[in-house]
């Protein structure tokens, strides 16, 4: 059985709301705050009845603001009559046509969590009491909410002041038995669909349309469901960060807690807090150079036992002769004097080193955004607004009262900030990825993470290639629109918001930044494959005791007779020891799980295949949220 959110127009919450939006939730309106909804629209009545001059009830909107509506209608009085035969009063009229004339955006219909959010949002906003519409009418909303009838609004057409106006007209109009709608994943006339769905259409009272268009529904929820969206992401990318990092056998001190309180930023001490726990178990990262060896191509006789000879690479060390340690005495005396993978360097590149910080302060952008999400979701946000208890009024003007809330400003500012940090969170993530695959940064692991023995593979090149335009396509659309007001209605709304557009962009840029960030767990997974199997293959080498065979993978070793040979010798035994008296190597607890979610969706890539059902696969893992 679906949830059911009770709607006040004071408690909604972005949960609340994505379970509304993508969970099939059902709504019901709180019978209490109802009874402030049918005040208002009394309370219009009775203005309307004395003849109160009252702003989008007896005037036009816009710039018509000061175009009163009459007694009766002049087109009445041409020869013959009025062809047109309007139903209804010129005020029930107004409102019909307000929905009708802008229900005028174009481009592909709006997603359906889409919809279902829009129409939501606008019905806890209209149960403040505050706008005039009537009890009914908000019914008939809510109804057409829960049988499922899903308006067909198209994504653009809204510059977020005045409201959305041509969307919200949109999902209005088929309230009216007009427009189109979708019906059981059917599109057909929004009356047709009412019918299906056992609903009649509304005729529309005092300030019902402008209740009904006016505010800032879809930028609210583009922007809503953009957050859940990145909420996600920003997790996902912290798990790929951390794969990344295991895959590397990186080192763990710019993770630690009393780093990150010396600058407590919170996005970035969450991050790094996340980040500890995923790699928690991890017996990878933080181990001494000498003990990682590099990837060497494999050879028939790399091998000599059973179980090593299944391996698709061989290993192999450098020895650094005593000679070539002066002024690195103090080095060698911790570490031993062979270079295998690891760069003998304290820290790890940014990418890895600073992503706290970069993915942190792409959480303190998202969290900004919720802060003003959340406000706006129980928020009063249409025009003229509706005060029926205010005390000694001595004109209409100061019980309805003509604002600004439909302004989308405050929604438009907060997701350019989120637009601005999209592409950052996106570029790391490539940078990362980018990292594993070059042979001159990945610490020892194959190039493009394949074998390539024969010269004829190119394993995860390309995967590099995509992940980059991605990049890049995020960046260029990353500018921020709220800074490009065009003015509508003949300059009565001479500065807009637009950030219908802003939120609608960062919605549709979610897609691109959860490919990049699978694109960096897929190629991840095959990295980590090969760390662990050549840290394993080394250990299980030295396990056995022969430090020959160990010492048959190291490069640059002296003949036997040479003046170094005894030395070397007696340090391949230290790293022998070393190496037998580890245990297994493997990546933390965390990481490791969504390793084997991947494999086994996806297997280790031993030679050149297809790919692109790889890609589809982790792609749509992680749309479905799978990890």
């Known amino acids: ?60 909107f816009g710039s018509n603001a000061d ?80 049988a499922g009838v899903v308006p067909v609004v198209p994504e653009k057409g809204s510059v977020g002041a005045s409201g959305d106006l041509a969307p919200l007209s949109h999902l209005a109009i088929v309230l009216l038995g007009g427009g189109e709608a979708f ?4 599109r057909m006339p929004g009356g047709e669909a009412l019918k299906r769905a056992g609903l009649e259409p509304v005729r529309l009272s005092f300030k019902e349309g402008l209740a009904l268009n006016n505010g800032t529904a879809q930028m609210l929820a583009t922007a809503t469901l953009a957050l859940d969206d990145l909420d996600y992401l920003l997790g996902l990318a912290d798990l790929a960060a951390a ?31 996340h980040v500890r726990g995923l790699l928690q178990g991890s017996t990878l990262l933080d181990i001494p150079y000498h003990l990682v060896p590099r990837f060497k191509s494999w050879s028939a006789e790399a091998w000599t036992t059973p179980e090593d000879q299944a391996l ?43 992503m706290p910080q970069v993915h942190g302060a792409v959480r303190d952008a998202w969290a900004q955004a919720c802060r003003v999400i959340d406000i706006e979701l129980n928020a009063v946000t249409d025009n003229p607004l509706i005060f029926p208890e205010a005390e000694n009024p ?21 997701m350019s900030y989120v637009k601005a940090a999209i592409p950052v969170l996106a570029s790391i993530s490539e940078r990362r990825l980018n990292k594993l695959v070059d042979p001159a940064t990945n610490d020892g692991l194959p190039a493009f993470l394949t074998g390539n023995e024969d010269g004829t593979d190119s394993g995860f090149m390309i995967v590099q290639y995509t992940a980059a335009a ?23 709304e001479d500065h807009v918001s637009m950030g219908a557009n802003e939120a609608r962009h960062v919605l549709g840029m979610m897609d691109d930044l959860g490919h990049v960030v699978a694109l960096e767990l897929y190629t991840a997974a095959q990295a980590l494959d090969f760390r662990q199997e050549m840290l394993n293959a080394a250990r299980r080498l ?86």
Not at 18 to 39: C, F, I, M, S, T
Not at 401 to 406: E, K, L, P, V, W
Not at 563 to 579: C, G, M, Q, W
């Open 1 to 60: 059985m679906s949830e059911t959110i009770r709607l006040d127009g004071r408690s909604l919450s972005r949960a609340q709301l994505v379970a509304v939006a993508r969970h099939g939730a059902k709504v019901e309106l709180d019978p209490g705050q109802l009874q402030h909804v049918q005040r208002a629209a009394d309370f219009l009545a009775e203005k309307v009845s004395c003849g109160e001059p009252t702003y989008g009830v007896t005037t036009g």
């Open 67 to 146: 175009k009163l509506l009459g007694a009766h209608r002049v087109r009445d009085e041409l020869p013959g009559g009025n062809p047109h035969q309007p139903q209804g009063t010129l005020m029930e009229e107004l409102q019909h046509n307000l929905i009708t004339t802008h229900a005028v955006c174009v481009g592909k219909p709006f997603a359906a969590d889409v919809v279902r959010a829009m129409l939501a949002i606008r019905v806890n906003t209209l149960m403040r009491g505050h706008s005039g519409i009537r009890v009914e009418t908000l019914q008939a909303l809510a109804a057409m909410l829960n």
């Open 183 to 186: 019906y059981r994943d059917e």
């Open 243 to 273: 794969m990344t990092l295991d895959a590397f056998a990186g080192r763990s001190g710019a993770l630690r807690p009393e780093v990150h309180a010396l600058r407590p930023h919170p996005g970035q001490v969450d991050t790094a807090a």
């Open 312 to 354: 698709s690479f061989d290993i192999g060390w450098d020895w650094v002769p005593a000679n070539q340690r002066h002024g690195r005495e103090a080095f060698y005396a911790r570490f031993l004097p062979f270079k295998g993978g690891k760069k003998h360097q304290p820290q790890d590149a940014y990418c890895l080193r600073c």
């Open 394 to 414: 001595q004109f209409i003007e100061d019980q309805v009262i003509s604002a600004g809330h439909f302004h989308g400003m405050p929604l438009a500012l907060a």
């Open 470 to 492: 991605l990049v890049n396509d995020l960046a260029t659309r990353a500018h921020p629109a709220s800074v490009y007001s065009v003015p509508t209605s003949a300059n009565a």
């Open 542 to 627: 030295a396990a056995r005791g022969d430090w020959q065979a160990l010492a048959e993978k190291v490069a640059n070793a002296p003949r036997e007779g040479h003046s170094h040979h005894a030395a070397f010798v007696d340090e391949v035994k230290t790293l022998t020891a070393a190496l037998a008296q580890v245990g297994d190597f493997h990546a933390g607890t965390s990481v490791r799980a969504a390793h084997e979610t991947l494999r086994r969706h996806i297997g280790f890539m031993h030679r050149d295949r297809a790919m692109d059902g790889d890609v589809r696969t982790v792609c749509e893992l992680v749309r479905q949220r799978v990890f």
